[in-house]
């Protein structure tokens, strides 16, 4: 299986300031079409988990464009520009580009 | 707007079978853009994939618990299920229903997720 490895696992930020995400794979997500097969998927409290990001750098409809994907094969970046209250929750990358999926550990972002 | 829910037992005991159905209205379980997946999340855990399928059948498990589940179809009903058997504590979980989309054949995402259902596995 492939293994996503996130960073940090826990990222307190103050409302207005960016914040950054890590994932790393053990295997390049670079498929032979060209796309890189990861995404972001945020998980508010309480709630089940949304898109944010597809094919490691296409925002999903309806995401606010202070999020951002960026990277390629081995190594991917969630950027949010400026972090606001409605942006905590866990936040996880996830590969596809094998038949079996897998997810990162999850990186909880809260408000300071 | 599509919309899935999950539905079955909330407890289960051990050794027994968990079964969860998996109700799609607002689209076609028999759409060929579209794959329909179970993934779940121990309490205060992260999430993991259990699998997924096509309308015509094909599956996909994970490898870790590719002996102990099956997952089905029924276009008739617009549904698909998930059987896990010989559960223990370990697979108490909320499992999510959801529906990966596929654009052009290329472009995969899961865009559509049940709100959960928590299984509890336990005497």
């Known amino acids: 299986d492939i293994v996503l490895t996130q960073s940090p696992l826990s990222l307190p930020v103050t409302p207005g300031e960016p914040a950054s995400i890590s994932c790393r794979s053990s295997q390049s997500l670079l498929h032979n079409n060209g796309y890189n097969y990861l995404d972001w998927y945020l998980q508010k409290p309480g709630h089940s988990p949304q898109v944010l990001i597809y094919?490691?750098?296409h925002r999903a409809s309806g995401v606010p464009d202070r999020f951002s994907g960026s990277g390629s094969g081995a190594d991917f970046t969630l950027n949010i520009s400026r972090v606001e209250a409605e942006d905590v929750g866990v936040y996880y990358c996830m590969q596809s580009v094998e038949t079996s999926y897998t997810f990162g550990q999850g990186t909880k972002l809260e408000i300071k | 707007q599509l919309q899935l829910q999950e539905s079955g037992p909330g407890l289960v005991k051990p050794s027994e079978t968990l079964s969860l159905t998996c109700t799609v209205s607002g689209d076609s379980i028999s759409s060929s853009s579209s794959y329909w997946g179970w993934i779940r999340q121990p309490p205060g855990q992260g999430l993991e994939w259990v699998g997924r399928i096509y309308y015509i059948g094909t599956t996909y498990y994970n490898p870790s618990l590719k002996t102990r589940v099956t997952i089905s179809v029924d276009t008739s009903k617009n549904q698909f299920s998930l059987k896990l058997t010989s559960v223990t504590a370990a697979d108490t979980a909320v499992y999510y229903c959801?529906?990966?989309?596929?654009?052009?054949?290329?472009?995969?995402?899961?865009?559509?997720w049940g709100q959960g259902k928590l299984v509890t596995v336990s005497s």
């Open positions: 959801a529906r990966r989309r596929g654009i052009r054949g290329v472009i995969w995402y899961l865009d559509t």
């Open positions: 094919l490691g750098s």
